[in-house]
């Protein structure tokens, strides 16, 4: 289910908890927790239901203009029409998991879940020179990445994606970071090997940035502005005359300043939901 950016900000807001879509046959369970840029986003109810029915009240839940917009948005298609109840159930507990050191015994399964990896790679082993490549150039780009690997982006790409699973890297808006947890497996991959562990430039202090672009992120970046407690004090005046930043990641940002604070609980999560 494809939910946009500006739906996204407004579930977290509070301000709209329904969605109409199209459908042949249910494609959700009530239950389902998507995985979104904001966080977790819960299915909490789906009923199939008469456009003709549709009130007022549907339109504003939904974030429509009007009820005649709301229609018009569904219109010039005959499949059934199904009201989606939504609801901001938390972070995706990936991030929580991304931030927390393991174990030495979390460590070892760690290492042996990347063997599993390695040994099912029908092009050899691959986790090693992933990890590597990304703790020695974070936040670079995955097609230079991938080009230093030797790897087609995509399959590139692809894999980094099953170290994300793992709670390993991190996607940023540009190029990807090795998280705390992947420091971690790391730095004991370069100890058991007879090294030591990478020496690595301090973190900012403060939260993340949210998901803005790379433009604006670039933008920031250059400006000195790393996390959301740095742009606080920014007037939107102020962020739109940089280069890069526009609108929507200005609204971003004020929805990241203003929304709920990260649980540190982990929660399940179903599929993920792209914007």
């Not at 299915?43 to 009130?55: E, G, H, N, W």
């Not at 917009?69 to 998991?97: I, N």
């Not at 947890?181 to 370069?190: F, I, S």
């Not at 430039?201 to 407690?229: D, F, H, K, V, Y």
């Amino acid at each position: 289910m494809r939910i946009r950016p500006t739906e996204l900000d407004a579930i977290v807001g509070g301000t709209l908890d329904l969605a109409f879509r199209r459908w042949d046959r249910p494609r959700l369970l009530v239950g389902t927790r998507m995985r979104t840029r904001v966080g977790l986003v819960e299915v909490t109810s789906l009923d199939r239901v008469d456009p003709d029915d549709l009130t007022e009240d549907d339109a504003r839940r939904a974030g429509a203009a009007s009820l005649e917009a709301l229609r018009h948005g569904l219109a010039d298609d005959d499949r059934p029409v199904f009201r989606v109840g939504l609801r901001f159930a938390g972070e995706d507990p990936r991030a929580v998991l991304r931030r927390t050191p393991p174990t030495p015994a979390e460590v070892g399964e760690l290492q042996a879940r990347l063997d599993r990896l390695d040994r099912a790679s029908a092009t050899g082993p691959w986790t090693a020179q992933a990890l590597q490549l990304v703790d020695a150039h974070p936040e670079r780009r995955a097609p230079e990445l991938a080009a230093e690997a030797g790897r087609p982006t995509a399959d590139f790409k692809r894999d980094v994606r099953k170290l994300k699973e793992l709670g390993l890297t991190e996607s940023l808006d540009i190029g990807y970071r090795l998280s705390a947890r992947g420091e971690a497996v790391v730095d004991a991959a370069r100890r058991a090997a007879g090294g030591r562990a990478r020496r690595r430039a301090a973190r900012p202090a403060g939260t993340p940035l949210p998901s803005i672009g790379a433009p604006a992120t670039r933008a920031l970046r250059a400006a000195g502005l790393a996390t959301l407690e740095a742009v606080a004090g920014l007037s939107d005046a102020e962020l739109l005359a940089m280069h890069g930043v526009g609108p929507i990641a200005v609204t971003r940002l004020r929805a990241a300043l203003a929304g709920p604070q990260p649980d540190s609980r982990a929660q399940s999560a179903g599929p993920s939901a792209t914007g």
